[in-house]
């Protein structure tokens, strides 16, 4: 069982940066892929960005590419979200997610359905 707290969200202009943090429970995180999703009001979760176990294999949506990064530290049961160039469409809730990496392998998730655990949230507001 992983439980999971997101947090570091909050209002900031287009083009500003944010770095959400992702603090995971259990001595297990680095069993676990992790990735980030978004929600927007009047639209479906969307897969944000994603990383293995080990952080060897990273995934990004084309909509975020050279802007976000997914970095990861086991040592702190953490996973980030390092958010960059930020527009108006990025407003969105924030959701991290645990999906667990049988035999260690080094993939990850980019779909929600793979993810076994999730945080409650964090809203990313971004003004134009």
């Known amino acids: 069982q992983v439980q999971l707290v997101e947090s570091g969200g909050g209002l900031v202009q287009a083009g500003g940066s944010l770095r959400l943090s992702c603090a995971a429970s259990?001595?297990?995180?680095?069993?676990?892929?992790m990735g980030w999703f978004r929600q927007a009001p009047g639209k479906e979760r969307e897969t944000v960005a994603a990383i293995s176990w080990s952080g060897v294999s990273t995934y990004y949506a084309p909509f975020v590419k050279g802007r976000f990064t997914i970095p990861r530290d086991n040592a702190k049961n953490t996973v980030y979200l390092q958010m960059n160039s930020l527009k108006p469409e990025d407003t969105a809730v924030y959701y991290c997610?645990?999906?667990?990496?049988?035999?260690?392998?080094?993939?990850?998730?980019?779909?929600?359905?793979?993810?076994?655990?999730w945080g409650q949230g964090t809203q990313v507001t971004v003004s134009s």
């Open positions: 259990g001595r297990t995180f680095s069993s676990y892929a």
């Open positions: 997610a645990a999906k667990p990496s049988p035999g260690k392998a080094n993939v990850v998730g980019t779909r929600a359905y793979e993810y076994d655990y």
